[in-house]
């Protein structure tokens, strides 16, 4: 009889035990869950300004590019963005399925005005367009701050939503562009179009 009162509290001590492992353990759970929710958000955070820092620096990679294939021609009539991709003028990691894609995933043209209409003779410049871009976003590739090297091509940029804005060098509306005049041009979806000599 000692030995079944033995066991049965060794037995009822182990309930008690374990009872008290289940429940602390699941707010530890509940803890560490909320933790690593937490380290993801902030993980993901930096990551879409790595995005946007990445398709700012993809225009002036693909004007460099436009440039340099058209440094011995008189100017850039004819380029478009089927042109450029036939020339090889994009890069490969902006190529998918047969359209200039940026960093954001949103399709990108060359050419001239919103559409990427093709260059006509004796035009001095050329036009690189995002479409389809959010207002946050929007905010950040305007205010995005280039290179002194980079802007020396860069004739204007605008902003395409309900108004068409347009920023260029001693404009009414200079470069570059503050934080507090692109928000209050980046309404809804635009299109941004960086105008190059």
Not at 99 to 120: P, R
Not at 141 to 146: D, E, R
Not at 183 to 189: P, R, T
Request: aromatic share 8%.
């Amino acid at each position: 009889m000692k030995i079944n009162r033995f066991m049965a509290q060794i037995y009822n001590n182990c309930l008690v035990d374990i009872r008290r492992l289940w429940h602390r353990d699941r707010i530890s759970f509940i803890g560490v869950s909320i933790i690593v929710v937490v380290l993801i958000g902030l993980w993901m955070l930096p990551s879409a300004d790595k995005k946007i820092d990445t398709a700012a620096e993809e225009v002036m990679s693909l004007a460099d590019n436009v440039r340099k294939n058209y440094q011995t021609k008189p100017s850039y009539w004819g380029l478009d963005t089927e042109s450029a991709i036939a020339a090889g003028i994009v890069p490969q990691k902006m190529l998918r399925k047969g359209k200039i894609v940026n960093a954001l995933g949103k399709n990108v043209l060359l050419g001239m005005g919103e559409n990427g209409e093709s260059v006509m003779p004796g035009a001095s410049g050329f036009e690189i367009i995002y479409q389809d871009i959010a207002q946050n976003v929007c905010s950040a590739l305007l205010t995005y701050q280039f290179s002194e090297q980079q802007n020396l091509g860069l004739k204007e940029i605008s902003v395409i939503n309900e108004n068409k804005i347009t920023f260029s060098w001693g404009g009414d509306n200079p470069l570059p562009v503050g934080k507090k005049q692109a928000k209050k041009v980046c309404k809804g979806k635009s299109s941004i179009i960086w105008s190059f000599e």
